[in-house]
């Protein structure tokens, strides 16, 4: 799969503004490439309101395992699947972006053009589940990438892998930024029964325009209340993320999506701080100086003074909540608007008493 990747054509690292429907401006080439393209227009080219539209492409993933292990320390689950690498949604910040280098693509809009779909992931997982010496924990779906981006609605990975999860009783965490989960209420109805599911609906922000230039092709904040609210009628436990908070852009919104998660029936509400590691970076600063040229310099700043400097951190103990004063600010400001709503911790499900393996030879067990 890696040497047909590295033959796939990049578009030029140019300024695609005019582009509709997608969050990065330019796309970079890999990190790993062994050369940089810079482009230059010879006033040959059409005009950039002219330029063609960007169709989505999916690949197939060949991948031969389907569970992705972790030892982070800051995170509360130490096993995850992604049916997708890549994500249409094209969140500008996406600290995912740069796993498509290793694919020799860019992060920029090839990130969020060119799909790699694990079509195989359920059979994958039933066959891992299957193993003698597995263990059962919660895992997470989506950590990564979206798993209710655009294109499941048709090819339905997400859903095949939920079946799986209901079949063997295992628990289970989504993260997802889209309200299309609901088409899944069926299932998520079920292992909530059981106690087996959790939800996380990430809303980065109240206004639809500043959510539509960060997250081009997720539904609307509004829709994802209305996921929310319908979650809770059936029985599932499920939370808000504003994630990420990014100062000088939404963290003004603090206490009003603390406020308007409550009133859809969210039972808690986490924040994660902007983090830009690679070239996410290079993706964000192009993309404020297309839509907020005004106030890039002052963005920057303000994550800067979170970052001790940069605008990056990875260190594990502050890499999700930052550090320095304006980071406490903001992180003060939660602990009083949660309190004040009386918001409890979100508690990932942890019941493994109810795991049963899955039967290979396609008969239902008897026990």
């Not at 997608?22 to 810079?38: L, S």
């Not at 790699?116 to 992931?121: G, I, N």
Request: with cysteine.
């Amino acid at each position: 799969m890696f040497s047909y990747c590295s033959r796939m054509t990049h578009r030029s690292n140019q300024r695609l503004a005019s582009l509709s429907g997608r969050g990065a401006t330019i796309n970079p080439d890999g990190r790993f490439e062994a050369g940089q393209r810079q482009a230059e227009d010879d006033g040959w080219g059409p005009p950039d309101d002219d330029a063609p539209a960007l169709k989505t492409e999916t690949f197939a993933d060949t991948s031969r395992t389907i569970i992705a292990r972790n030892t982070s320390p800051d995170i509360g689950f130490d096993r995850s699947i992604n049916p997708y690498r890549g994500c249409e949604h094209g969140c500008i910040y996406c600290y995912a972006r740069p796993s498509h280098n290793y694919l020799g693509l860019s992060s920029g809009q090839d990130f969020e053009s060119k799909i790699f779909v694990k079509h195989d992931a359920a059979n994958l997982l039933r066959q891992e589940l299957a193993r003698p010496g597995y263990r059962p924990a919660v895992l997470a779906l989506g950590a990564n990438t979206d798993p209710y981006q655009p294109i499941e609605r048709r090819l339905r990975i997400t859903r095949g892998i939920l079946e799986v999860l209901l079949e063997t009783r295992h628990p289970v965490t989504i993260v997802t930024k889209s309200a299309a989960i609901v088409r899944d209420i069926d299932l998520l109805e079920r292992l909530a029964g059981m106690g087996l599911v959790h939800v996380d609906i990430s809303i980065t922000s109240l206004d639809a325009g500043l959510a539509r230039r960060m997250e081009p092709r997720a539904p609307t904040p509004e829709r994802r209340f209305d996921a929310i609210r319908l979650l809770r009628r059936a029985g599932v436990e499920v939370g808000v993320n504003m994630a990420p908070v990014i100062p000088g852009l939404n963290d003004h919104e603090i206490e009003a999506m603390v406020a308007r998660a409550v009133a859809a029936g969210a039972g808690h509400v986490n924040h994660i701080l902007v983090r830009l590691p690679h070239d996410v970076k290079e993706l964000f600063e192009a993309w404020l100086e297309t839509h907020f040229p005004d106030r890039a310099a002052r963005v920057l700043s303000l994550i800067r003074q979170c970052r001790d400097g940069r605008l990056n951190d990875p260190d594990f103990k502050s890499r999700m909540r930052g550090s320095g004063p304006f980071a406490e600010l903001i992180h003060r400001r939660f602990a009083v608007a949660i309190a004040k709503a009386g918001l409890t911790r979100r508690r990932y499900p942890d019941r493994v008493d109810l795991f049963r393996p899955p039967r290979l030879d396609g008969q239902m067990s008897l026990l």
